[in-house]
C-alpha cells in the first residue's frame, strides 16, 4: 500500500523536530551545530545514537519547547554540580523536574590568599595563617577577597 503525502509530511516533521531536540541538547553541552556536524563526520560523534532518545523524549514532553525546557532545567543542575549528563537522565529526571535545582555558588571569603571566618560572639573576622592560628583582622572590608570555593 503506497504511503500518503500527509503522512511522508507528518514524519519528516517529526524527524526535524528531533534533530532540533538533538542539536539543542549539543548546544548545552557547549557545543555548535558546524562542531556536531563535523564530529559526526570524524565518527566522534554518532548522531544516530542520540535520535532514539530524542524522538522519546519528544513523546514524554509533547512538544520540542517543552523537551528543550527539560534539557535545560537537567543541564543547569549538572552542571552545577560538575556532573555529565544525557538526554536519558532527562527521563530519570521527569518527576524531579519541579524540584532540580542548579547548586547554589557559595563564595568564602579570603585575605590575601589566607581563609577568613567570622565569630558571632566577638563580631568580628579572623584570618586563618598557614599554621591555622587565627588573626584578628584589622585592615578594610574592601580589602577582603570573595571567592568561589567548590
Not at 511522508?8 to 556536524?37: C, D, H, P, R, S
Request: hydrophobic share 35%.
Amino acid at each position: 500500500m503506497p504511503r500518503t503525502k500527509n503522512k511522508e509530511q507528518n514524519e519528516a516533521q517529526v524527524e526535524t523536530e528531533i534533530q532540533e531536540i538533538v542539536n539543542y541538547y549539543f548546544q548545552t553541552k557547549g557545543l555548535a551545530l558546524e562542531q556536531v556536524k563535523e564530529d559526526a563526520k570524524k565518527k566522534k560523534i554518532i548522531y544516530s545514537r542520540y535520535t532514539r532518545p530524542a524522538k522519546q523524549l519528544l513523546e514524554l514532553a509533547g512538544s520540542v519547547q517543552k523537551a528543550k525546557e527539560a534539557i535545560n532545567v537537567v543541564a543547569e543542575w549538572a552542571n552545577s554540580r560538575c556532573l555529565d549528563y544525557a538526554i536519558e537522565t532527562v527521563f530519570k529526571k521527569w518527576l524531579e523536574l519541579g524540584r532540580l535545582k542548579p547548586k547554589e555558588v557559595v563564595k568564602k571569603p579570603f585575605y590575601r590568599g589566607n581563609p577568613m571566618v567570622w565569630s558571632e560572639i566577638k563580631r568580628k573576622w579572623y584570618v586563618i595563617d598557614e599554621n591555622g592560628s587565627w588573626l584578628e583582622f584589622a585592615d578594610k572590608d574592601s580589602e577582603i577577597e570573595w571567592k568561589i570555593v567548590k
